[in-house]
């Protein structure tokens, strides 16, 4: 069953697409194991604005050096901004060492285009 199966780290199947993917013990092996509850102290929001609305914002903004935008989509005359903020009792520096592991979590379940099987020893 097992022939022809390929073993790839998440960097080497990064851009890669494949049939099934088996997901092995990334949560019990990765550095932030014992931080992922801090995911539920999140409080992600969305809130709806006029299109004209936003796009006056953006002008306003390409004046500013830094510009940074993220969780932003446009249905019909709305844009819909995506917030996420961490309550304060959680120090941002343990939010800020997920997010590499985040993104490679993003990376691995993007992969299958049919099967994903998530797998650890820990669940």
Not at 46 to 56: L, R, S
Not at 57 to 63: F, P, R, T, V
Not at 94 to 122: F, G, H, Q
Request: include cysteine; proline fraction near 2%.
């Amino acid at each position: 069953m097992l022939q022809h199966a390929l073993c790839l780290t998440i960097y080497e199947a990064k851009g890669l697409e494949f049939e099934d993917v088996i997901l092995f013990n990334f949560f019990s092996s990765c550095p932030v194991h014992e931080r992922w509850g801090l995911l539920k102290h999140l409080d992600i929001s969305e809130e709806a604005v006029d299109i004209d609305v936003f796009k006056a914002g953006i002008s306003k903004m390409a004046n500013e050096d830094e510009v940074s935008l993220s969780g932003i989509r446009q249905v019909g005359d709305k844009v819909y901004l995506s917030k996420v903020k961490a309550e304060a009792l959680v120090d941002t520096k343990d939010y800020s060492e997920m997010a590499s592991e985040l993104k490679l979590l993003y990376t691995a379940v993007t992969r299958p285009r049919n099967t994903l099987i998530i797998y650890d020893d820990d669940m």
